[in-house]
């Protein structure tokens, strides 16, 4: 069946690089580099640990298992490689001045580039982070005895039924990893119903839960609070997409009436988008300003656009009121663990299945507020700022409940070292 799999992906092929050439027009960097998605990249005499993220939350979600490995492997080379410039600017932005980090573009999962890339990194042990599972590449790992980990890894409901239709395909893959680390039971359960050994199923919780807040972000919220007014309420909605926006800003536009020096702060997911919500800000008759452009709100300011990259948790440190994105769409949701790490209450739409575990149990523990639209959100937002103490109750429950789930981080290092690392050179 993977023959049949990669014949497709070989007739998809000229689709697949229009797809690029127009993101490219959108966001140059998607025009860069384009070799190494055909495995082109430099041979390495030393086998260094492949870890792969698929894009930006991934980077930020495995960044403290790197550090870890860096702190106490010290000598281990590490490649890190994704499928967004997005991911690429965080690896640089994150390990830039590490000598033995590095960073390449995953290939396409083509037979002849995944093999070419293999043949020149010679990886020790292959680290899939959550859910970034491809055919060919698990395969050629396989033939060539490389063990591969797929860590902090879910499965929703709706992807596990998508794995069971293309059971003759996903099956064989499945089985041929080494060992999954499960955030949770119900996902361990979800893979092992489409056939992977309990002996290779661990469950580990969440590494998400393991953040460690910099001590440099609280000086610098307090410096963003200083701009913007100590004492004037901040909603800032973080990591939002295309029609996100446009109901957040009629939100905001009602708000006014009961709280107007209420700041709105939009930072959209995608920095393709940036001007595009830029225009959105400006058609809605609002007075904005972008943090790019060095611009610090006013008074008269009611929209600030976080149109910058890995500065969301310090943007975050500084809000009253959280909203994540992903959510009021039919997307899946962002991760909610980074605000409520920050003790602020958190609001997420009704489309949360990427993390519904975890969704559900810290809206359990009071520190978040499920809304199903444009109403709700209005209501719940209103409800928080005529209520602070309210609000404080909720993101007190939301910093308690992340700090009672971690240690993940740990369990997970000792499965990679035991898995990719021991008894390897």
Sequence with gaps: MRWLYSGLWYLAL???????????????????R???????????????????????????????????????QPDLPILLTTMTPTGAERVDALFGRDRLVSHHYCPYDLPHAVNRFLDRIQPRGLVVVETELWPNIVSACADRDVPVLL???????????GYQKMGVLSRPMLQQLSCIAAQNKTDAGRFSQLGVADDKLVVTGSIKFDIAVPEQLTPAAQQLRAHWGETRPVLVAGSTHEGEESVLLRVYQTLLAKHPDLLLVLVPRHPERFDAVAKLIEESGLQGCRRSQAQQPDTNTQVYLGDTMGELMTLYAAADLTFVGGSLIERGGHNPLEPAALAKPVLMGAHVFNFAVICDALEAAGGLRSVDGESELQAAVSDLLA???????????????????????EHLYQLVDQTCLTGRT
């Design 151 to 161: 860590a902090n890894a879910r499965l929703s409901e709706k992807s596990a039924r």
């Design 34 to 72: 384009i070799a190494e998605r055909f495995g082109d990249v430099p041979a390495r005499a030393e086998q260094p640990l492949w870890i792969h993220a698929v894009s930006v939350g991934e980077t930020v979600a495995i960044a403290p298992l790197v550090k870890l490995l860096r702190k106490r």
């Design 14 to 32: 000229p689709l697949v690089l229009r797809r690029l050439k127009r993101r490219a027009q959108k966001a140059p960097a998607y025009g860069e």
């Design 387 to 409: 209520q602070p103490e309210q609000a404080a109750q909720q993101g007190a429950a939301a910093a308690a409940f992340v700090k009672a789930n971690q240690g993940a981080l």
